[in-house]
């Protein structure tokens, strides 16, 4: 595989412009009832039209038969390779909540949870609690120092928080202390090996001391933690592509994703239409979108076939938003696919469609899994679609003499 | 990806021929007046005969989105990694006129140019001076001895010439003097970090004395020098392949790439059908033949689509030639897309056709770019026909008990 130092050396700065459109969890599977898939059931008359211009294919975003995450998902949209650049849960939450993390930070994710009387865990979620609450309650925990270890905590939202660990040598390598189902007691923090005994007494300290402080804040009266991770030295868009890329995504995590490669992040609203706008807004300054579609991965992870369906729908419909500032480059794609009938994330191959004045088109006129087969881009590394985009929009130089 | 080592354990010396017809820049784009791409404009019954009779795909000579240069793409072509196995444009150019290069050597490419009296460049090619004239102007230059530093200047044609340093130590790490561009002055060689100093002084003050000694043959009163290299070090063809392969080009550089990789050079003329006729005079001695069509990219460099289709018919209408020889394998194939409307080679994947007894034929019945989409070989890495083409020849022992 092309690695960043070989596209930095060729990568050129233009005034081309490409819009990756990430529809989180595009790809989905046939109905039983009609034989039909999700894209294949909706109407997706602008979508189809582009087909037909572009060049089409399948995209795996980490190797056949591989289930992806997000984290995964999306690096290799970027052009890292998701198998070694690794991204934890904790380090994710923290930088979508807008956290500067430093170096040798420690970030975890963490849910205020419910415990009875005997320390077991009726609530994961201390029954949602609200933001507001959240907040509340996380200045009552933030700002400890244990062993020299400096310990912060933001809120998410609802019942999530982070918590970051700031001193010299923390390690990562820890279990989690989130049972991950009620009627047991939250777990002890475990090192994994040795050198991560000493972290993980420091952040046992600090949930027992948490349990201490929120004992009176029933329903939210412990936490559990989980996804303790580092942030990794990915080298940046900016310095690998000479891209001035824009995020646009309404959920933190992949904001946060977005900001670990080096791009900036718009403000935007909350819904599909304000993620558009912002696009329009942001146009004349950047060089690259990626715009994040949350709605038809949610769908998927319901089981909701039908919403999947509306979703993508609506989607199309705001295809010609971006049609209308003719980008240079226009890709479609998903992280990976999340079929309504899985109800989960899978490991089919993700549609992916490139509209570009020299794409080089096909015969697809169909936006679907099964029309992308006989794609012209035939069956790709979901990461070797940055180096297609980059291409498409003349950014690259030739390779050797 | 399979690598030498590999190869070199499995693979049999025997008597079957496999020809690999190499058509520069074959891949094209359709002209946006008629939606055909050069190939499916071109009437081609013979390549359609083949296409019908072999197995078809779409070959990436180095990577999804990568334009590579003569170079990698012919590396991958001959089954080495062109992002490993890198080749400087010195040493191709001296490989290219018969250049015996040692292990040590530093070629670069020189052109004899033009600079007015304040030592501007006002013409890089230097009027594109007679190949007689070059002749001439090199012996002037050749035979200086710069601080033990032997330096030789070989004529290539027109105003180019390969200067070739011999000495202990030199390095290649060095910027070039052409500034690519008239109205400046020629640069002056830098060493790129500090182990190459010595080698851009010595350089540096060959172009001085060039410059003394060119001073009274204006036009060709400077040189301009780039593409500073050493040899590689590859594995040969017939180490690698138990292969006796012949070169047909008639270009240089086609050839010094051949010579390269271990293949002896044939002798031709400057036509097409002499390269065809060679073809045939030589086919009783080798059972490797790589055939270098030219124009097609140079059709396509000057963006003449009419021109590219012509050669493309040409080219056709000698397919004939090479069938009745018989090959056990006929690869047709190119080393990377130069489409007319782009004017340039592209990132395209190139049309690759493997015609054998056992190539296990698909449903593809055109030599085009869309038709080979829906091919047997789907989307390959150019790296791999050469072990394709091994097999087709029945040249390689099974793997493995």
Redesign the interface.
């Given at each position: 595989?092309?690695n960043h130092d070989?596209i930095k050396e060729?990568s050129l700065a233009t005034p081309s412009k490409i819009v990756m459109l990430v529809i989180d969890g595009l790809g989905g599977l046939p109905d039983p009832k009609t034989g039909r898939s999700e894209l294949e059931t909706a109407r997706l008359p602008h979508l189809d039209a582009l087909s037909e211009k572009g060049v089409c294919g399948l995209a795996d975003p980490v190797a056949p038969g591989i289930t992806p995450g997000s984290g995964p998902g999306h690096l290799a949209l970027f052009g890292y390779d998701p198998v070694s650049c690794k991204i934890g849960r904790g380090v994710l939450e923290a930088v979508g909540i807008d956290i500067e993390l430093e170096a040798g930070d420690v970030a975890a994710r963490g849910n205020f949870a419910t415990v009875d009387d005997k320390g077991i865990v009726t609530d994961r979620r201390a029954g949602r609690i609200s933001t507001e609450k959240c907040i509340e309650l996380c200045k009552h925990l933030d700002g400890m120092t244990i062993d020299r270890v400096q310990v912060k905590v933001y809120p998410v939202r609802e019942h999530r928080f982070v918590v970051l660990f700031r001193g010299d040598n923390l390690q990562t390598e820890l279990t989690e202390s989130d049972p991950s189902r009620t009627g047991v007691a939250p777990l002890e923090v475990k090192a994994v090996g040795t050198m991560a005994r000493g972290t993980a007494d420091i952040v046992n300290q600090f949930i027992t001391k948490a349990k201490e402080i929120l004992a009176k804040y029933h329903p939210a009266n412990m936490i559990l933690l989980r996804g303790f991770a580092k942030k990794p030295q990915l080298p940046t868009m900016p310095e690998v592509y000479k891209l001035k890329p824009l995020a646009i995504a309404i959920y933190p995590m992949y904001r946060g994703l977005a900001r670990l490669v080096g791009m900036e992040v718009a403000r935007t609203g909350k819904t599909l239409e304000d993620e558009f706008e912002t696009l329009k807004e942001n146009y004349a300054e950047h060089d690259f979108f990626f715009l994040h579609v949350k709605g038809t991965d949610s769908a998927g992870e319901d089981g909701d076939f039908a919403r999947k369906v509306k979703i993508l729908e609506q989607v199309d419909g705001l295809v010609p938003a971006i049609t209308a500032l003719e980008p240079d480059v226009l890709i479609v794609t998903g992280d990976h696919a999340t079929p309504a009938v899985l109800g989960g994330h899978s490991w089919h191959a993700v549609p992916v469609l490139i509209c570009a004045r020299?794409c080089?088109?096909?015969?697809v006129k169909t936006f679907s899994e099964t029309a992308f087969i006989?794609?012209?881009?035939?069956?790709?590394a979901s990461q070797?679609i940055?180096?297609?985009?980059?291409?498409?929009a003349l950014k690259?130089?030739?390779?050797?003499?």
């Amino acid at each position: 595989m092309i690695n960043h130092d070989f596209i930095k050396e060729i990568s050129l700065a233009t005034p081309s412009k490409i819009v990756m459109l990430v529809i989180d969890g595009l790809g989905g599977l046939p109905d039983p009832k009609t034989g039909r898939s999700e894209l294949e059931t909706a109407r997706l008359p602008h979508l189809d039209a582009l087909s037909e211009k572009g060049v089409c294919g399948l995209a795996d975003p980490v190797a056949p038969g591989i289930t992806p995450g997000s984290g995964p998902g999306h690096l290799a949209l970027f052009g890292y390779d998701p198998v070694s650049c690794k991204i934890g849960r904790g380090v994710l939450e923290a930088v979508g909540i807008d956290i500067e993390l430093e170096a040798g930070d420690v970030a975890a994710r963490g849910n205020f949870a419910t415990v009875d009387d005997k320390g077991i865990v009726t609530d994961r979620r201390a029954g949602r609690i609200s933001t507001e609450k959240c907040i509340e309650l996380c200045k009552h925990l933030d700002g400890m120092t244990i062993d020299r270890v400096q310990v912060k905590v933001y809120p998410v939202r609802e019942h999530r928080f982070v918590v970051l660990f700031r001193g010299d040598n923390l390690q990562t390598e820890l279990t989690e202390s989130d049972p991950s189902r009620t009627g047991v007691a939250p777990l002890e923090v475990k090192a994994v090996g040795t050198m991560a005994r000493g972290t993980a007494d420091i952040v046992n300290q600090f949930i027992t001391k948490a349990k201490e402080i929120l004992a009176k804040y029933h329903p939210a009266n412990m936490i559990l933690l989980r996804g303790f991770a580092k942030k990794p030295q990915l080298p940046t868009m900016p310095e690998v592509y000479k891209l001035k890329p824009l995020a646009i995504a309404i959920y933190p995590m992949y904001r946060g994703l977005a900001r670990l490669v080096g791009m900036e992040v718009a403000r935007t609203g909350k819904t599909l239409e304000d993620e558009f706008e912002t696009l329009k807004e942001n146009y004349a300054e950047h060089d690259f979108f990626f715009l994040h579609v949350k709605g038809t991965d949610s769908a998927g992870e319901d089981g909701d076939f039908a919403r999947k369906v509306k979703i993508l729908e609506q989607v199309d419909g705001l295809v010609p938003a971006i049609t209308a500032l003719e980008p240079d480059v226009l890709i479609v794609t998903g992280d990976h696919a999340t079929p309504a009938v899985l109800g989960g994330h899978s490991w089919h191959a993700v549609p992916v469609l490139i509209c570009a004045r020299y794409c080089g088109p096909d015969a697809v006129k169909t936006f679907s899994e099964t029309a992308f087969i006989a794609g012209g881009l035939g069956r790709i590394a979901s990461q070797q679609i940055m180096t297609l985009a980059m291409a498409n929009a003349l950014k690259l130089a030739k390779y050797g003499a």
